[in-house]
């Protein structure tokens, strides 16, 4: 199937995980886990499918926000986005989740419950 048909939950996946409690201070800091690369190359997946990236936290610090990069050619109407703990490289129990209907091309946040997150702790991110 050509990859622009495809119904996707996301396309163009990039997550941030951002650890700060107020919307001023989430936009200036970097990330706690991910990273804000905007790669050239469109990922996506079939409707109602997830699929898993790994990343380090950088630090310890509280998570209350997810960030997903969307690319403009997404016909996505839904997007659910998670932070699991490692299980030995495969996602483990959830951590925190977040839903958002209609995201919008270009950056997508997410608010979720305060979560602790330890640094250099590997945790598998799934969209």
Known sequence: MDQARKSSIVSALLLIIWAASSPAVQAAGP????DQTIYSTVDSNTAGHAEAFRATASASGIVTSISVYV???????NMVAGLYADN???????????????????????TVPAVNVVGST??????
């Open 71 to 77: 690319d403009a050619s997404s016909r996505a109407s």
């Open 122 to 127: 590997v945790s598998p991110e799934r969209l």
């Open 31 to 34: 990330p706690l886990v991910g």
């Open 88 to 110: 030995g490289g495969t996602p483990g129990s959830l951590l925190v989740q977040g839903q958002l209907a209609h995201p919008a091309a270009g950056w997508n946040t997410l």
